[in-house]
């Protein structure tokens, strides 16, 4: 009998009690509790054991859990400090990019400044046929390397989306009349035509970026001059309302070139690329143009395509979403458009600029470092009669206007001591010289220079190199 059952009926009877003693039906009785007592122990005893089984293969398996946990939390760790260091070594790559970008534009704008300036200064004295040719050589070269300056500039600025799109009304005729005129002399050394399509009900005013739809066709045209040898250039521009505000203004260049193949069109677009490596050689440029075009073109709510035939030509056509103007509604057809046709020579005489200006009764405070600009800027300010003292840093310049007084201040950007920026914002309320224009010559011409100088106080912003007529102008705007 279970030794459980029968520990319990001893306890009742007596310890003496013999259970043999009862009834065969209480025995019976007694033995069918007794076997029920131990199925039932044995059942709780395999319970028992299988419960201390599942409860170390639990313990084993949380275990387990708290070590993988551990590895991955662990992994994680190492992940996010290697992620870490990666966004912090990608930050300083492009930072350490931007200042290298904003250092060279600096360096070479500084001495492209005095070639181009000593170019137009030279221009203004009596020079032989054979010299004149040499300096509008020299000109072309420069303007050719500050367009390259520029595109590598303008490529850096989108790769980093620094690049904004401005919003300002402007004219079509005139932007188109300023094309013209620019590669007009390309036009006419290479024999080529030039057609201008317009439609009619385009209206004389819009809102956008003109700058940049500048920017983007001539460099089309440029292309399209550089890669034709006979024929000529046709420049469409169609345009069509999308709603209320929004105009669609839609641009072709067609031209009679090399054109393209198939297999050239699928990289067309690409960085630093052109159609092969001896077009690369034979028509020189850094491949970036039609990139910084195509980009430019997207900034602006547009796309850029192009259709092209090898020997036969190509066509290049994008758009860009423009607003129009309420108060300025005319169409073109009501604008005379002669002088975008014409073929008269619009270019500036280098021998005349300057001398719709008299800065006779001004007196200027050059602050600039460089010599060969002291020079530059100097000569430019003596042609119209100008008064000039030159300081080479701020500090300097202080000193100058705490002591005298000066109608302008031509102010440098990066200079040893104490810089422009710095010199201004005392100029403005130390000195509390508030009226007194300051307009910024330099060669910083990195996104954000510009506001830097305005935030700073000074009236203008004027990049390296700079032209005599865009001095002139600047100055007038605030003296006369």
């Not at 619009?346 to 050059?366: A, C, R």
């Not at 508030?434 to 996104?447: C, D, E, V, Y």
Request: glycine fraction near 4%; aromatic fraction near 6%.
């Amino acid at each position: 009998m279970h030794k459980l059952l029968l520990k319990q009926i001893r306890r009742i009877y007596s310890r003496k009690f013999d259970y043999q003693t009862l009834p065969d039906e209480v025995l019976q009785l007694l033995q069918l509790i007794s076997d029920t007592y131990e199925e039932h122990y044995t059942e709780l005893d395999f319970i028992k054991h299988t419960l201390e089984i599942n409860s170390q293969e639990l313990n084993a398996a949380n275990k387990k859990i708290k070590d993988r946990n551990k590895e991955l939390n662990q992994l994680v760790d190492e992940r996010t400090a290697s992620l870490q260091q990666a966004v912090l070594r990608a930050e300083h790559a492009t930072r350490a990019k931007s200042n290298f970008l904003a250092t060279m534009s600096h360096e070479i704008r500084t001495p492209m400044n005095a070639i181009v300036g000593f170019t137009h200064l030279l221009q203004t004295t009596k020079l032989t046929k054979a010299q004149n040719n040499y300096l509008e050589n020299i000109d072309n070269a420069s303007s050719n390397l500050l367009s390259i300056i520029n595109d590598i500039l303008d490529f850096s600025k989108i790769e980093a989306s620094k690049l904004d799109i401005e919003w300002v009304p402007f004219l079509l005729k005139k932007l188109i009349t300023e094309i013209s005129s620019l590669i007009k002399p390309k036009l006419e050394e290479k024999g080529l035509s030039w057609c201008l399509y317009l439609d009619k009900d385009i209206p004389t005013t819009l809102m956008g970026d003109p700058l940049r739809i500048k920017q983007v066709l001539i460099n089309l045209c440029s292309n399209a001059i550089k890669f034709t040898q006979t024929g000529g250039i046709t420049l469409t521009i169609k345009g069509a309302s999308l709603t209320e505000n929004e105009y669609d203004l839609q641009f072709s260049v067609t031209d009679t070139g090399i054109g393209m193949s198939e297999e050239q069109l699928q990289h067309v677009f690409m960085s630093f690329t052109q159609a092969d490596s001896s077009t690369t050689r034979k028509y020189g440029g850094t491949g970036l143009g039609l990139t910084i075009s195509k980009q430019l073109v997207e900034l602006m709510g547009g796309d850029l395509t192009v259709i092209s035939q090898l020997d036969k030509g190509s066509s290049f056509q994008f758009n860009v979403i423009t607003h129009t103007v309420a108060s300025e509604n005319r169409p073109l057809q009501d604008v005379d458009i002669s002088s975008v046709m014409s073929t008269n020579d619009q270019q500036e005489d280098v021998h005349k600029i300057g001398e719709e200006y008299n800065f006779s009764h001004l007196s200027i405070l050059l602050v600039e470092d460089n010599k060969v600009n002291q020079i530059v800027a100097s000569k430019m300010l003596e042609i119209v009669g100008a008064t000039l003292d030159i300081a080479e840093n701020g500090k300097i310049a202080l000193e100058y206007i705490r002591e005298n007084h000066y109608d302008v201040v031509l102010m440098d950007m990066q200079m040893p001591v104490m810089d422009g920026l710095e010199a201004t914002t005392l100029i403005r309320k130390k000195l509390h010289k508030s009226h007194l224009p300051i307009i910024a010559m330099t060669a910083n011409a990195m996104k954000g220079d510009e506001e830097k100088c305005l935030n700073a106080g000074m009236n203008a912003y004027l990049s390296k190199p700079i032209k005599r007529d865009t001095l002139y102008r600047t100055i007038a705007q605030y003296v006369l």
